[in-house]
Each structure stands twice: as C-alpha cells, then as structure tokens.
C-alpha cells in the first residue's frame, strides 16, 4: 500500500487563484515516472501534460540555434547554461493554467526555482525507492550528473542530497513501488482527491 502524506500550504489542486492556478507539479529523481505518470494523469483529469525537459530545448533552440537532446544541452554547454535555461522554462511557464507539469529531477535542486514551482501548482514528490530508481538508470544510461567510475556511491549521495529537497517542497508526498504504471497513476489521483477533502 502506498504511503501519502500533506502539507498545509494554503493552496490546493482545485484553488484558482494566483498560486495554484489549477496545475499539478510533479517532481523527483530521475527515473521515477513524472513523464509517464503525468500523462496518465493528465488524460484522466482532462488537463494539458507538459514536460519541462520539452520547454527547455525549445528555449536552448532558439538561443543558440540548435536542436539538441536534455543530455546533449548538458554535455555540449555545460550545467550553467543547463540551469540557467532550465530557470527560464520554469518562469515561462508561470503563467499557464490546468496542466500537469513533469520537472526535471533538478529543477528544484535550485534555490530560486522552489518558490516559482510553488506559484506554478500544487508540488507532487513521487518517493521511488532508490534501488528502484538506481536500476532504472542504469538500464537507460548512466547521465552525466553522475560520476560513471563509481555510480552507486555517485547516485547514493546525490539521493540523499535531492530527496531532502523534495521532501521540503512538496505538498503531497506519494511513496511509490515498481508497480504497473496503471496503478502507480491511480495512487497519485487518489492523493490528490484525498487533499481536496
């Protein structure tokens, strides 16, 4: 069974006013399902999905006129430019209404983004156990966020460092297994419905 926990923030998924307009933020580590959960959620719930990792190749094309992959924009142009256009996505899209946005697994890691995905919605942590994810990735491609020579030690400490923010920032907190996406999209709904309440 999963495990849901809240915060009080004030603003709720179905507040219209200037925080929450609406949307739902979904944030954690890599691999932990944001895209394909959000769209499981956004086709239920009848809301635009957006992936943040979309916005900030569209901004890095048009700024340096080049149509590059996340880990291209990374590896060619270094962390700086990353976040920094990676900031920039989060703020153009501080103005949007009825979606459900899938972050990077870095994006709140930055000071000045929290408070900005604060105003964007309500923030969905999705807690993946970290064996889970450290599978996951590795079975995808160890990212250059981590240090190939050692990549348990590598993804051990960064967890730890990210999951601390996570936990900070989120207003629902959903503990999540390897289960069917099916099921993991049911468990996000039902934590959602139950803030509501």
Known sequence: MSKISYRKHGNGPNN???GTKNNIILIGFKGSGKTSIGKGIAKLLKKKFIDLDDIIREIHKRLKGTDLSIREIYQKHGKGHFRNTEHHAIIKLGKHKNIILATGGGAPVLRKNRQKLKNIGTVVFLDVEPGVLFRRMVKRGIPPIIDAKNPLKSFTALFKERKAVYNQLA?????????PLGKNVEKVIQGLCRRER
């Open 16 to 18: 219209d006013g200037k």
């Open 171 to 179: 207003d629902i907190i959903v503990s999540l297994k390897d289960d």
